[in-house]
């Protein structure tokens, strides 16, 4: 969650940076961000057909290299879903 934080805090600061230079940012914000995407898939491809064609289950490649690489290492959120879990079944009690 830090390094999530991190990279907005580092956003808004370029931002805040372009706003005082009276500069507009290089793309609009979903260009850019469709744009980053088709680099994240596309560093993916090669390494996905290699799998494809050693004949190796695609679900392999998915769990071991795309997945990690493309979704880093997300927040794990047991601990909330737990607490939301609990809290919507006393509520359904309740009622």
């Known amino acids: 969650m ?15 940076v372009y706003s005082l230079l009276n500069v ?9 961000l469709v744009g980053l995407l088709g680099i994240l898939v596309g560093e993916q491809l090669i390494p996905f057909a290699k799998t494809l ?6 679900a392999v490649s998915w769990i ?16 909330q879903a737990e607490v939301a879990r609990r809290a ?8």
């Open 2 to 16: 830090k390094m999530y934080l991190m990279s907005l805090g580092a956003g808004l600061i370029v931002g805040i």
């Open 24 to 32: 507009r940012s290089p793309a609009p914000p979903v260009i850019a």
């Open 53 to 58: 064609l050693a004949q190796e289950p695609a």
């Open 64 to 79: 071991n290299q795309i997945k990690p690489h493309m979704f880093g290492h997300l927040p794990k959120g047991s601990e």
């Open 88 to 95: 919507a079944a006393d509520i359904e009690g309740r009622s």
